[in-house]
């Protein structure tokens, strides 16, 4: 990253960045409602497609003014990402204090450079089954892993980030977000076109499972190309001596095992006692018992795996020695807290940012003008399904949620795109692959925010800021490069007509 003199440094921080970025959202909030600049939103509402007006809403009026006053704490303890930073950190802590990370994964500092990248993308890759958590565990649980094998932790997480979110819509375990999806894909489908419709989980396999080997060979080629050349191999991290001990580490590694065979025995679903009790037990698909909105499973997997981890931790470092009383242990707890002060301030200002920007309906005004914009447009085959991803790239930089952008493209995209002879699970892919570009590119997305702070977090270089703009620049070429190979493996499937999973095809 280039140097910047103190007056840039103080124009382009990432905190000021969000700060102009709220700035500007209430601007545009007070100029479009003066202008009254609205957009018909599609729902369905009782199995009947129905219109509703949304306009933008003025936050410099009295009700805006009382929102931002009232609502500072409240938008604050509601932003769920924060939360599960803070339970993720505790465990990953713990097990760096204690050393057991070093003997873990001391083996791998003999491995050549490139299989710890590809080791990083494929485990990136993979980990997507759990959604959007994943980012909670894995950015920080790479940065200690690539500060244990003495490389540069800036490089590991942002391999980590581009990973995670360029490939969101691979996979070769089936996870909540496809099923959740595809309930909605289901539903559009039905409603207005066939109403004898079912949407299957492995409706999209066979493409998800190609994507998934093709991104993370194409994901490795990209990032030694053009990322690697851009940042030291090897940073400064600060040396600790750690107390290696194979009695401890088989220990642990029980323990571990031990945790984890339990915490399988209760997601099972079968009729022993005290199995499945973290299931959603009123769900009839098993994913969705697993990863349901109400599953207890997905709502206390971080700290299921916090759990895990701080088990590892305190007995591998009161084994070893390397954690001597219960007040070392206490400070272990808050090991990886060290450094990210610049979290808690970026988040801060992240959530007034996300909570404004849903107060005042701009994210959803614009999605459905480009929606009803795509609607109009007489394209068929390939001009609609690039049409499409140009549409869902857009919208993503204002909503990066997945799940609230398909709420309000699929009601109006799925009839679509069945008229044009398109199946609706294909249909679901090209949004999923949309979607994760368009996140990666989106400057507010959450998790992009919590990467900044962590790249702040390891950065020991006084003259290199770490900036939202600079980093983008760093990862350009990459999510340019691999955009440009999603939109031709979608355009090139299409043109094929292989089926995309199992009896399913992408022409109806």
């Not at 009782?46 to 009382?66: F, H, M, P, Q």
């Not at 994943?134 to 940065?143: A, H």
């Not at 795109?417 to 249909?427: E, V």
Request: net charge positive; proline share 3%.
């Amino acid at each position: 990253m280039r140097k910047m003199n103190k007056k840039d440094k103080n124009l382009r921080g990432p905190v000021s960045t969000l700060i102009g970025f709220t700035v500007l959202l209430c601007i545009l909030s007070f100029i479009l409602n003066r202008i009254g600049f609205q957009g018909y939103q599609t729902i369905i509402s009782n199995g009947v497609l129905t219109d509703t007006v949304v306009k933008v809403k003025n936050i410099a009026s009295v009700s805006g003014i009382r929102f931002i006053a009232g609502d500072v704490v409240t938008n604050l303890k509601n932003f769920e990402p924060l939360a599960l930073l803070i339970i993720s950190l505790i465990g990953i802590g713990i097990v760096e204090k204690s050393g057991f990370f070093n003997i873990l994964f001391k083996p791998l500092r003999r491995v050549k450079f490139g299989i710890i990248i590809y080791f990083t993308i494929f485990l990136s890759l993979l980990s997507t089954v759990f959604g959007e958590y994943s980012y909670v565990f894995l950015i920080p649980f790479i940065g200690v892993l690539y500060k244990v094998l003495d490389r540069n932790p800036l490089l590991g997480i942002i391999i980590s980030y581009l990973s995670l979110t360029l490939g969101f819509a691979t996979g070769i375990v089936l996870n909540y977000n496809d099923y959740s999806l595809g309930l909605l894909t289901q539903t559009a489908a039905r409603v207005d076109v066939d109403p004898d419709f079912i949407y299957t989980l492995t409706s999209a396999l066979y493409i998800k499972l190609v994507a998934f080997i093709g991104i993370s060979f194409l994901l490795y080629a990209t990032i030694t190309r053009f990322l690697l050349p851009k940042f030291p191999l090897k940073a400064k991290v600060e040396e600790i001596e750690y107390h290696d001990s194979k009695k401890a580490f088989l220990c642990a590694l029980f323990s571990g095992f031990v945790a984890i065979l339990f915490v399988v025995y209760m997601i099972l679903d079968i009729h022993l006692p005290g199995a499945g009790i973290l299931l959603d037990k009123n769900e009839t698909f098993y994913i969705a018992k697993l990863f349901g909105e109400h599953a207890p499973f997905k709502e206390g997997i971080v700290i299921i795996i916090s759990t895990i981890l701080m088990i590892c931790g305190f007995i591998y470092g009161k084994v070893s020695g390397n954690i001597k009383n219960s007040s070392e242990y206490s400070l272990g707890l808050s090991k990886d807290f060290e450094n990210v002060g610049l979290l808690f301030v970026l988040f801060f200002f992240t959530a007034e940012l996300f909570a404004i920007l849903e107060w005042t309906n701009i994210g959803v005004v614009v999605a459905s003008n480009l929606i009803s914009f795509l609607s109009k447009l007489q394209f068929s085959g390939i001009l609609l399904i690039l049409a499409m991803f140009v549409v869902i790239v857009l919208m993503s930089i204002l909503i990066p949620s997945t799940q609230a952008k398909w709420q309000i493209a699929s009601p109006v995209i799925v009839p679509l795109f069945m008229r044009a002879n398109i199946a609706p699970n294909f249909t679901q892919f090209v949004f999923q692959v949309a979607d994760s570009v368009g996140k990666v590119f989106s400057p507010i997305f959450v998790y992009f925010i919590m990467m900044i702070a962590f790249l702040q977090k390891y950065n020991t270089d006084e003259r290199k800021q770490i900036t939202i703009g600079g980093v983008l620049k760093i990862m350009l070429p990459t999510i340019l490069l691999i955009s440009l190979c999603w939109i031709l493996f979608i355009c090139l499937w299409f043109l094929i007509g292989f089926p995309i999973g199992t009896g399913t095809y992408i022409a109806l």
